[in-house]
């Protein structure tokens, strides 16, 4: 009996101990909340893919997130987004599920409690996973809205060096509604499922496993997806290897199936801060890959584009290699790009394609960012294809 007692004071002692520093009452917690936010604009031009003209798209918006302190464990958050056009004439259907969108959405709105070292959150949330992941900044899938979702998120950290995530989405909001209007909360399949795993534990070493199930509305729809990658650290270099194979029943049989196997090497290249980054991979099943939920996953692969991300290299039975070099002069980082996929698909076959992307944070709040990447296609269209993109962000 007096050990029941001890232990249960124990435990009581350990979580006051954690909240001795949160907020008295829930009034509290709000009066010491914190605001942030962020002031984004973004221009396009394009022809992509085999258009005889371009679109161009001037986009502008931002972000209000608030949250709150914490209260016995307990926080609340919600973020605010909103986009408008400064010329939505001439956005054209180049940009219809990206930037071409006006309006407003509260996207994220959620209760997270933790105890110990498990944290539960509901509601709208932004979520980074590799198989489930909202726009990711400063990818290929960044805009002025990002998308979201809702769920249940569960994370624990008990195991040492080890991040144990597990979700269930009912919901997912898009960027936009595809015809001009920010995208609303709609039911996500009839359900999703995932479980994710990141371990550290190995000097040098990091793994990371996630498997996604999503429920379709009859059987027709579902989608399954599982993901391994492990990065090494040797002498300043990175080199990583990652692996995904996934089924979507949506497709025609015989190419439900996707696999793809990459490897990546970053890292400097012993002159000044000059740097570099090597990455390959090879799809090898008659399906395209199903990267996972969310316009974040498209980043997923190593070989994603920086501009157009990694559909093409998803292609089934591809192989993809794309090297660049990042040169910083003074406050500026420049990358310099190519790649090319190799397929036999009747439809775009062979894919290749270079770019630039120059970077300048002016302070720590404040980023200009300028993009161009130039497409050709070995069938079917036989215009190549040019897209640039400006980006300036303000956080405060």
Do not use: C, W
């Amino acid at each position: 009996m007096k050990l029941t007692q001890l232990s249960l004071a124990t435990m009581m002692i350990g979580y006051f101990s954690m909240h001795a520093f949160a907020a008295d009452t829930l009034a509290d917690a709000f009066k010491e909340g914190k605001l942030t936010g962020e002031i984004k604009a973004e221009y396009s031009d394009s022809n992509f893919i085999g258009k005889t003209h371009s679109d161009d798209i001037s986009a502008y918006g931002g972000s209000l997130n608030f949250i709150t302190s914490d209260f016995y464990g307990l926080k609340a958050g919600i973020t605010f987004q909103t986009s408008h056009l400064a010329n939505s004439d001439t956005a054209g259907a180049v940009f219809q599920d990206d930037l071409d969108t006006q309006g407003s959405v509260l996207s994220e709105a959620y209760l997270d409690y933790k105890i110990s070292n498990t944290s539960l959150k509901v509601g709208r949330q932004y979520i980074y996973t590799p198989l489930v992941s909202s726009a990711l900044d400063g990818k290929s899938s960044e805009s002025i809205l990002k998308d979201s979702f809702e769920g249940y998120v569960l994370t624990n950290t008990d195991l040492p060096s080890t991040t144990f995530i597990a979700g269930y989405l009912s919901k997912y909001q898009a960027k936009t509604d595809g015809l001009g209007k920010s995208g609303e909360f709609n039911t996500f399949q009839d359900g999703a499922y995932t479980v994710y795993v990141k371990n550290t534990s190995i000097e040098n070493v990091t793994l990371q496993a996630q498997y996604l199930d999503e429920n379709g509305m009859s059987s027709f729809e579902d989608k399954n997806a599982f993901y391994v990658q492990a990065d090494y650290v040797l002498a300043g270099h990175t080199l990583s290897a990652q692996y995904l194979s996934s089924t979507d029943k949506t497709k025609a049989s015989g190419a439900q199936a996707g696999q793809i196997f990459g490897l990546r090497a970053t890292g400097g290249l012993g002159i000044g801060k000059l740097g570099y980054i090597a990455a390959y991979t090879s799809s090898m099943d008659d399906g395209a890959v199903y990267t996972g939920a969310g316009t974040g996953t498209s980043d997923t692969l190593f070989t994603a584009m920086p501009v157009n991300g990694g559909g093409v290299a998803a292609r089934a039975n591809t192989d993809t290699v794309v090297g660049g070099l990042i040169v910083p002069i003074t406050s500026v980082t420049t990358i310099a790009y190519a790649g090319e996929s190799f397929s036999n698909d009747p439809g775009l076959g062979d894919v290749k394609a270079y770019g630039v992307i120059a970077i300048y944070p002016y302070d720590k709040n404040f980023l200009v960012k300028a993009n161009y990447e130039h497409v050709a296609t070995e069938h079917v269209f036989t215009e190549n294809t040019e897209i640039v993109r400006v980006y300036v962000s303000y956080k405060f």
